[in-house]
């Protein structure tokens, strides 16, 4: 058992009080004279100190919080004088008023009752009785238990202790202090004086004033022109800050926990000496050096700049309180700023002026400051600060009894107070021990040794680099970096086109039927034959590779033969779907001077108003199409050419037509055919729009296989109902819906719609939206994940369709389950860069980058977005457009898209 659950820095204090001295020797506001504490009338009521105050009244809430005791355990080795440890508590009671103090109410106002002194007792249990290694066990378990036992404040003191004697010159002493009498400060003051009383050396010297006399003088000082000049102060650096975001491994609980772990790491000697070095250097002290430091790693983490850290200080600034035993810490909030990436040089500077500051405005209670800010009401965070940062010498040290030799015995920490705290122990021979404690109720211990290793490596970089920006530190080591983005698999390029493959497979299957829409139907010969009119129709028109042919047709049973139809002809498609409003397709046109756009008389009078070109009307130019030759062109287009532009909405300003070749599209099914085993038994339904990239996948999934196509009616999408009897009588393998469609078919499934049953569904693939996966219980409960896998496939058009693929499983629909977007096609690489370009660590939001040859080629007519967007791999050579450290070993130098809008976490 430690003092792990004292938060102080009153080493931060010591070094503060160096620093500022002199400042406050010039003179000025900082500088008034105060009036000191004086010993008051012990007559009337004795008022609590406001920490005092806020502690009884927390206590008073939970009784039994571990948050709210100091416990001390000590091994002593040795000939333990019993009496003589009992003559020393007895006498330290005696000293100090706060150790035999109690607390009761007079009206609505709690007071100190001090008792007179009285012996001290100090039970001890003898377990010599016991084997050697059942000692051990019940020793531990004692002591283990011992902070659990409430204090009743108003009827006993605030400090118990009890011995346990192991063997004659073996004991454990265990001291349990309450919070309301006692802080860190306090275990080395007592831990002084108990030496010296025990024996270890001279009487301590007569205290001036006893804490009441403090907690009076408090109540006194603080009030008028001092308290606003503080409150002023603070209001300028707290109001609006905003609660600190950090990535969690679980949902936030809707009421805050106070269950803790903590994860123990060292700081190696060398780091220790630089970090004292770089603070001599830039006139800081070690505890703003971690500051600095620890507020980056959480910038990191968050992406913020502007990251809030809460620390204690010990309220012990006047001389007469220095030697006292009683509550005297407050929370301090600092507010760390990163803005315009400023080195780490430069950032000591701004924590060194926000620290120092601070310490001159501690004075304001923090309950009180609370009160003054009202930030917004969150019972499942704290208010005003989430993440702290502790830094204080050893404390155990100074336990000298004479003839015995101490170690203090440590146990797991039971509770956090903050979603994370950074605790720093400055050993006495300097060397310095970290602690990251961590609610347990959001973390996992994996996730919080990352931070720790990520902080040390952060503290390696810019002491080595302290002028360089802090975008140029990096956290991940070099393992890390290959688990984010393992190198992909380098293909053989396709050496055909899209259109030349499904020739050989119309070859190979000529009467299986290719494509279905209501009664009407096409086989592979049948559609093979259909496209190749319209692509002599189109040659004779002068298109070709890289011409872009529009196209504006409505669903039916000419869609399919039209878009194979332009590729054969050499050149690429472009969606134009009649649903779409006339400015966004007039918009297209004008954007992509098409020159040929293939459409029917319905169309016919909308597209003359908005384009000039050339119109191939199908119903109309039925004689002079079915005059062309029905077989296949002669190949003029190559992997590397157009297949497709499909545009973006525009929801983030101007639509922007991105550029998809044959060689994107053949290695996304290259790719995803190990996961998907394509086949002629697989049937399709074209369920999307054309315009939309995902209907790619399902044409060419389908066609390039020898499956079948069933183009849906566009009625048949808006009604689940409908739409669940075509994939029943069509019998549909593979369906690919977004998220929010998918809806439909799921609430069927939830009514008991015995259709459910009744389908052959071996494969659903979602894309185009966010992935609910507990919105999917209740189809799973009555199609299992065996039955019908389901799966998640993040993508965006930029990278042809589809990046990344997973397979549900059923722990994914536990609650709280994490909802996970996958892993890369085995060709592609994915990760997830901060604003800076650095890898983010894992389980923290980023930018998503694609790398591979996925990647579009880039967008239309677009040349000053396609260099912003579709930039140097990031980790391949360095270059202009790539700010991330080249430290991945064997990536290859390809391109990587980055999504602006798109973060995750992995």
């Not at 035999?100 to 001290?120: K, M, N, S």
């Not at 918009?587 to 191939?616: N, Q």
């Not at 130019?621 to 909405?649: G, K």
Request: with cysteine.
């Amino acid at each position: 058992m430690s003092t792990g659950g004292v938060r102080t820095t009153e080493r931060a204090e010591a070094l503060r009080e160096e620093l500022i001295r002199a400042r406050l020797a010039g003179g000025g506001a900082r500088a008034q004279r105060r009036v000191s504490p004086r010993p008051v009338d012990r007559g009337g009521p004795l008022p609590l100190s406001y920490g005092q105050q806020q502690m009884w009244f927390l206590s008073r809430l939970e009784p039994d919080s571990w948050e709210y005791v100091v416990p001390v355990a000590l091994r002593l080795r040795g000939p333990l004088d019993v009496d003589a440890l009992r003559r020393a508590f007895t006498g330290l009671v005696e000293r100090h008023e706060i150790l035999r103090t109690r607390y009761a109410l007079a009206g609505v106002e709690p007071v100190q009752v001090i008792d007179l002194p009285r012996p001290f007792e100090l039970p001890v249990e003898d377990l010599t009785a016991l084997p050697t290694v059942d000692r051990e066990r019940r020793a531990a378990e004692l002591a283990a238990s011992a902070p659990g036992e409430a204090f009743d404040l108003e009827a006993e003191w605030p400090v118990r202790a009890s011995l346990l004697r192991l063997g004659a010159d073996d004991h454990i002493l265990v001291v349990i202090f309450h919070h309301v009498a006692c802080d860190a400060w306090s275990v080395r003051v007592f831990a002084e004086e108990l030496s010296a009383l025990y024996g270890a050396g001279p009487a301590p010297a007569p205290l001036p004033i006893q804490f009441a006399d403090y907690a009076a003088w408090e109540r006194e000082h603080l009030t008028g022109g001092v308290l606003q000049r503080h409150l002023d102060y603070w209001r300028g650096q707290l109001d609006g800050v905003p609660p600190l975001e950090l990535p969690t491994d679980r949902p936030r609980p809707a009421t805050r926990g106070w269950v803790g772990d903590a994860v123990p790491f060292a700081f190696p000697a060398a780091l220790t000496e630089r970090l004292r070095s770089l603070g001599a250097a830039h006139d800081t002290t070690l505890f703003m050096t971690l500051l600095a430091a620890y507020q980056v790693l959480l910038g990191r983490y968050t992406g913020r700049t502007d990251v809030p850290v809460g620390t204690v200080v010990s309220g012990r600034t006047l001389p007469e309180v220095q030697r006292l035993i009683g509550y005297g810490i407050n929370s301090l909030v600092m507010r760390g700023r990163a803005e315009g990436d400023p080195s780490f040089a430069e950032l000591l500077g701004r924590v060194r002026e926000t620290v120092l500051a601070a310490f001159d405005h501690q004075e304001v209670p923090f309950a009180r400051l609370v009160d003054e800010l009202q930030p917004q009401r969150d019972m499942s965070r704290t208010p005003l600060f989430q993440a702290a940062f502790t830094m204080h010498e050893e404390r155990t040290g100074a336990f000298a009894l004479p003839g015995l030799t101490v170690e203090t015995l440590s146990a797991p920490t039971r509770v956090a107070r903050f979603d994370v705290t950074l605790q720093v122990e400055e050993a006495a021979d300097g060397s310095l021990r970290g602690t990251l404690e961590y609610v347990t109720a959001l973390f996992d211990r994996s996730t919080v040794e990352r931070m720790t290793r990520h902080l040390v490596r952060l503290l390696e970089s810019v002491t080595a680099a302290p002028d360089a920006p802090l975008s140029h530190h990096v956290v991940l080591d070099a393992d890390e970096l290959a688990l984010v983005a393992p190198p992909q698999e380098l293909l053989d390029p396709p050496a055909r086109c899209v259109h030349e493959v499904f020739e050989e497979r119309a070859a190979a299957c000529p009467d299986a039927v290719a494509v279905v829409y209501g009664g009407e139907r096409l086989t592979y010969a049948e559609l093979n034959e259909r496209a190749n009119r319209l692509a002599h129709h189109l040659r004779d028109l002068g298109v070709g590779p890289e011409s872009l042919v529009g196209v504006s047709l409505e669903r039916g049973i000419d869609l399919v033969p039209t878009l194979l139809g332009v590729l054969k002809s050499g050149a690429a498609y472009l969606p134009l779907d009649p649903a779409y409003p006339a400015d966004r397709l007039a918009f297209m046109l004008a954007d992509t001077a098409a020159p040929v756009v293939v459409t029917v008389a319905a169309h016919v009078e909308k597209l003359r108003t908005i384009h000039s070109g050339r119109l191939v009307v199908l119903d109309e130019d039925a004689a002079a199409l079915a005059a062309r030759p029905a077989t296949n062109p002669a190949p003029v287009s190559t992997p590397d050419n157009l297949i497709y532009v499909i545009y973006t909405s525009g929801s983030t300003g101007r639509p922007k037509g991105v550029c998809l070749t044959h060689a994107n599209v053949l290695r996304l099914l290259t790719t995803a055919e190990e996961h998907y085993a394509f086949s002629a038994r697989d049937v399709w339904p074209l369920f999307h729009s054309y315009a939309f990239d995902v209907s790619v996948w399902e044409l060419w999934g389908s066609l390039l296989y020898g499956g079948r196509l069933v183009v849906v009616p566009q009625a048949v999408t808006r009604s689940p109902e409908d739409f669940l009897d075509l994939l029943v009588s069509h019998r549909v393998t593979v369906l690919n819906q977004t998220p929010s469609a998918f809806r439909g078919l799921v609430a069927l499934a939830a009514e008991g719609d015995r259709r459910i049953d009744a389908l052959v569904l071996r494969a659903v693939v979602f894309a185009g939206e966010k992935l609910e996966v507990p919105e999917l219980a209740p189809w799973v409960a009555r199609r299992d994940l065996e039955r019908t896998a389901l799966l998640n496939m993040y993508g965006i058009t930029e990278t042809t369709v589809h990046t990344t693929y997973y397979r549900l499983v059923d722990a994914d629909l536990a609650p709280g389950a994490a909802n996970p977007v996958g892993y890369p096609l085995r060709d592609l690489t994915v990760y997830l860069l901060d604003a800076d370009g650095n890898v983010a660590p894992i389980g923290v939001a980023g930018e998503i980058h694609v790398g591979g040859p996925g990647v579009a080629r880039g967008y239309l007519n677009r040349p000053e977005l396609t260099a912003e967007r579709f930039v140097p791999d990031p980790f391949g050579p360095p270059g202009p457009a790539s700010t991330a450290a080249a430290t991945w070993p064997g990536a290859p130098p390809m391109g990587a898209w980055s999504s602006s809008g798109a973060s995750t976490t992995r």
